[in-house]
T-cell receptor, first 110, second 113 residues
């Protein structure tokens, strides 16, 4: 089976940096996704990590450690529009399913 | 290039009724996955269709069924609706039978009263 844990809520200030952690347990890991979801909208793709290390894409970076079952999403220079839920999801190598965590609701304060 | 589209946007049904939700995948995509997302939760995988067949299924009862048509569009059917079926139903499409590079549609908000 699979288990994905991430904090329920986080608060940060506009212009600051925030790190959202995700830990997972899976018997067949084949990659980790991060999605952003604004209230009432569909999730939108942010990143996909399959190898260990940091991948940077503009203000957003994602890190993966497969040996530790750990990932984080780093958001820099926070903007008010970054207020959203951030979903961590793991892809299963055995059946290609994508299993989502419950999401982290990020609140940005001015 | 149209992305993933879903219809209807919102739907209100009564317990015991049946509902059909529709999804058209992004151009060039042949694989459709359906997810249920309850308020404040992450999406839960229902099933995936590829080549008009159900390829994978999550932990959902047989009341949830689906279909994929030759043009790759898909339907999700839910019978004998329960209050707990109230959720946002998301369709995601991807290319070549893979779940990587999934694009989500805007979802259908189903309310069961």
């Amino acid at each position: 089976g699979q288990n994905i844990d991430q904090p329920t809520e986080m608060t940060a200030t506009e212009g600051a940096i925030v790190q959202i952690n995700c830990t997972y347990q899976t018997s067949g890991f084949n990659g980790l996704f991060w999605y952003q979801q604004h209230a009432g909208e569909a999730p939108t793709f942010l990143s996909y990590n399959v190898l260990d290390g940091l991948e940077e894409k503009g203000r957003f970076s994602s890190f993966l450690s497969r040996s530790k079952g750990y990932s984080y999403l780093l958001l820099k220079e926070l903007q008010m529009k970054d207020s959203a839920s951030y979903l961590c999801a793991v892809r299963d190598r055995r059946d290609d399913k994508i299993i989502f965590g419950k999401g982290t609701r990020l609140h940005i304060l001015p | 290039d149209a992305g993933v589209t879903q219809s209807p946007t919102h739907l209100i049904k009564t317990r015991g009724q049946q509902v059909t939700l529709r999804c058209s995948p992004k151009s060039g995509h042949d694989t459709v996955s359906w997810y249920q997302q309850a308020l404040g939760q992450g999406p839960q995988f229902i099933f995936q269709y590829y080549e008009e067949e159900e390829r994978q299924r999550g932990n959902f009862p047989d009341r949830f069924s689906g279909h994929q048509f030759p043009n790759y569009s898909s339907e999700l059917n839910v019978n004998a609706l329960l209050l707990g079926d109230s959720a946002l139903y998301l369709c995601a499409s991807s290319p070549q039978g893979s779940s990587y590079e999934q694009y989500f549609g805007p979802g259908t908000r189903l309310t069961v009263t």
